[in-house]
């Protein structure tokens, strides 16, 4: 597997440059696996593909504040990114017979590697909640989402190390549809910061996944177009 340590400077890039990977994999072939990490310079928010804008987003609140809004191009529901979250992006192949065929199974796999990797770090135990959350003591920790291809999948999520939940309050609304095991906590009650280093988060990922080479070929060309003309436009970010 391939390794990208890449911060790009703005949020639509970012997003663009996962979707931009997962493209490359599939139409191009020679790129195979790839762990993308990241760590945000500015707040904004991220909606799940299919989340309506009026119902889990405090807009007047994010425009009033200078708070971008925008919309990803997996499925989950929608978060707060900014400084305190770490991020990474799995471009895996899907063979024709592995734990990666179905999303149920995609969400197990790549989840339950994470859930290891992470009790070690911490030396606590992590368990899996929901259909896509990392979490510590009934308090969510990482959140994951994934979109597929027929060759390769895009898996990838956010541990929450020190983000602002008080921020998190005020830019986004209660979920139109939440995990059973949040018990309709507010976000500020539901959410953990691990407060680790996102150095070791890094390491603890890299091992975990095996990623040895570097990634050599950036699509910077598809990663431009891409924040231009889709994450860039409110004609995709405030469809719904």
Known sequence: MKYCDLTLSTPAENLACDEALLQLAEEDGTTGEVLRVWEPMQYFVVMGYANRVATEVNLAFCQDNGVPVLRRCTGGGTVLQGPGCFNY???LRIHESDPLQSISATNGFILKRHQVALS???QAPIDMQGHTDLAIGGLKVSGNSQRRKRKFLLFHGSFLLHLDTSLV???LRMPSKEPEYRLGRSHSDFMLNIKAPSSRIKQALVKCW????LLARIPI????ALARDKYGRDDWNLRF
């Open 89 to 91: 992006a799995l471009i």
């Open 210 to 213: 095996g990623a040895k080479e």
């Open 120 to 122: 070690e770090l911490l």
């Open 169 to 171: 309050e005020k830019a």
């Open 221 to 224: 060309e598809q990663i431009s």
